[in-house]
T-cell receptor, first 114, second 115 residues
Framework: EPEVTQTPSHQVTQMGQEVILRCVPI?????FYWYRQILGQKVEFLVS????????KSEIFDDQFSVERPDGSNFTLKIRSTKLEDSAMYFC????????????FGDGTRLSIL | AQTVTQSQPEMSVQEAETVTLSCTYD???????LFWYKQPPSRQMILVIR??????QNATENRFSVNFQKAAKSFSLKISDSQLGDAAMYFC????????????FGKGTRLHILP
């Protein structure tokens, strides 16, 4: 069964540095998402992406965050200048369509900011 | 406000027994999807079961079934004949039908299976 894959599985970065988290969505999916889960807390929506543009974003997704689909397969989340509170598990998800079809999640990338 | 509440942070069940995980949610909308996702130690979030709010019949998937009470905004998950592989964090969630992209998650219930 096709899967959403995320790399790396664990990223350790110094505070203030830029970090890029990578995701390869399922190939025939058109909608892409990023969520994060701070340790011990609920999974929170960050952003959704469709047709090469952001379709919805949460208040967490401020100017430090950006997303990109640089080619036909990858979907990236960039954090420009990381803060300690960015430490979390970041999940990528994809779906065939909006709402009607379920979102398929990747394994997540654990981001640790030192 | 759109929220999902899972009141049981942790639960334990004996192998082969039945367990019910509770979930309540709050929305003013009438059309939405409800989900239970499973997150085992391997970390991948796996969709266990999905319910369309307009359907009165409770969804079932093999040993997994839900008790959907729309008026009470309740969506519990029943796992029958619990197996060791069912041990995981279970998240209740929903999203609006054909509108919002985002899934709203609860905080999760960690389920332990006792051999």
């Amino acid at each position: 069964e096709p899967e959403v894959t995320q790399t790396p599985s664990h990223q350790v970065t110094q505070m203030g540095q830029e970090v890029i988290l990578r995701c390869v969505p399922i190939s025939n999916h058109l909608y892409f998402y990023w969520y994060r889960q701070i340790l011990g807390q609920k999974v929170e929506f960050l952003v959704s992406f469709y047709n090469n543009e952001i379709s919805e974003k949460s208040e967490i997704f401020d100017d430090q965050f950006s997303v990109e689909r640089p080619d036909g397969s990858n979907f990236t989340l960039k954090i420009r200048s990381t803060k300690l509170e960015d430490s979390a598990m970041y999940f990528c998800a994809s779906s065939e369509s909006q709402g009607a079809q379920p979102q398929h999640f990747g394994d997540g990338t654990r981001l640790s900011i030192l | 406000a759109q929220t999902v509440t899972q009141s049981q942070p942790e639960m334990s069940v004996q192998e082969a027994e039945t367990v019910t995980l509770s979930c309540t949610y709050d929305t003013s909308e009438s059309d939405y999807y409800l989900f239970w996702y499973k997150q085992p130690p391997s970390r991948q979030m796996i969709l266990v079961i999905r319910q369309e709010a307009y359907k009165q019949q409770n969804a079932t998937e093999n040993r997994f079934s839900v008790n959907f009470q729309k008026a009470a905004k309740s969506f519990s998950l029943k796992i029958s004949d619990s197996q060791l592989g069912d041990a995981a964090m279970y998240f209740c969630a929903y999203n609006l039908m054909n509108r919002d992209d985002k899934i709203i998650f609860g905080k999760g219930t960690r389920l332990h299976i006792l051999p």
